[in-house]
């Protein structure tokens, strides 16, 4: 089965670095378009980035644009996001998710497997 499991999370202060990681298993990990969420206390879920399935298109949220980048490495089924210049904005639990697509042209809308999420807290 389909298992999506986050780490690296964990606490910083404002203006570091963080990156975390996603191990894929149970499918063709190289096959699909992959994803990053967060969901803050009391907001929404949200988009952060995604990228397709051999890497060669990233996008981002405007919030994130600039400060984090998300890559992956198929040999080794794990999805990466390099966070920095981090922000108390930032903080969230953040969570890796998959596209039933290989592109992503489906958004944001469009993930049917998730992670059990990393907390990722940023102080001023």
């Known amino acids: 089965q389909v298992q999506l499991v986050e780490s690296g999370g964990g606490s910083v202060q404002a203006g570091g670095s963080l990156r975390l990681s996603c191990a894929a298993s149970?499918?063709?990990?190289?096959?699909?378009?992959m994803g990053w969420f967060r969901q803050a206390p009391g907001k929404e879920r949200e988009g952060v980035a995604r990228?397709?399935?051999?890497?060669?298109?990233?996008f981002y949220a405007s919030s994130v644009s600039g400060r984090f980048t998300i890559s992956r490495d198929n040999a080794k089924n794990t999805l990466y996001l390099q966070m920095f210049s981090l922000e108390p904005e930032d903080t969230a639990m953040y969570y890796c998710?998959?596209?039933?697509?290989?592109?992503?042209?489906?958004?944001?809308?469009?993930?049917?497997?998730w992670g059990q999420g990393t907390q990722v807290t940023v102080s001023s």
């Open positions: 998710a998959r596209s039933p697509r290989y592109d992503c042209s489906g958004g944001y809308s469009a993930f049917d497997y």
């Open positions: 149970g499918y063709t990990f190289g096959s699909y378009c």
């Open positions: 990228i397709d399935s051999n890497g060669s298109s990233r």
